[in-house]
């Protein structure tokens, strides 16, 4: 069956240091793969979206690297600030969209 | 502004009692969805819609109906709700471009 597994329920990190969170994905073949934000009781908000011919992709200091022979996507925040204190969610699948169980994230001052 | 909106945004009811949760979005998008989270299962998808009068079975639509009868409402109601579907329910809207997902604020559900 197909499952997304994302490397940690939580990590902890001190400001200005960047946060690696890992998407694992295995039985898929995803065209697109995308990460969102979520903040306690609010909806996701769509942060990038990665197609499979791309290595990377970078929107300021966030960066989405896209391994489809390692079944595998990084999701970098340099230079962490507080704000990005948040539950970080991946995706995979089009109409048909499925979430892994997300990282939280604390970046301590 | 772009904007998904859902009604209400706070629901407690009792088993069987019959309810609707609307869902609009005005960016005249043409895909919908209806998601549920729960504590440790994470956003799992009721249903979707591709358009106007399509519409498809996500991971955990037992229990619930959809439709979608103009292209901004994707209403879900619950004929019969019981206490296991208690829950936060978000619903979303994406262009066919496959970018930016749009997620409304949710609406929280107590059956009792």
């Known amino acids: 069956s197909q499952k997304i597994e994302q490397n940690s329920e939580a990590l902890n990190i001190q400001e200005g240091k960047t946060a690696t969170l890992t998407c694992n994905y295995t039985?898929?073949?995803?065209?697109?793969l995308q990460w969102y934000r979520q903040d306690p009781g609010r909806g996701p908000v769509f942060l990038l979206l990665i197609r499979e011919n791309e290595k990377e992709k970078r929107k300021e200091r966030l960066k989405v690297t896209f391994d489809t022979t390692l079944k595998q996507s990084l999701f970098h925040i340099t230079a962490s600030q507080p704000a990005d204190s948040a539950t970080y969610l991946c995706a995979l699948g089009e109409v048909d969209m499925r979430f892994g169980a997300g990282t939280r994230l604390t970046v301590k001052p | 502004e772009a904007q998904v909106t859902q009604n209400p945004r706070y629901l407690i009811t009792v088993t069987g009692k019959k309810l609707t949760v609307t869902c609009s979005q005005n960016m005249n998008h043409e895909y919908m969805s209806w998601y549920r989270q729960d504590p440790g299962l994470g956003l799992r998808q009721i249903y979707y819609?591709?358009?106007?009068?399509?519409?498809d079975k996500g991971d955990v639509p037992e229990g619930y109906k959809v439709s979608r009868k103009e292209k901004r409402n994707f209403p879900l109601i619950l004929e019969s709700p019981s206490p296991n579907q208690t829950s936060l329910y978000f619903c979303a809207s994406q262009g066919t471009g496959w970018e930016t997902q749009y997620f409304g604020p949710g609406t929280r559900l107590l059956v009792l």
């Open positions: 039985n898929y073949s995803p065209a697109y």
């Open positions: 819609s591709m358009n106007v009068e399509v519409t």
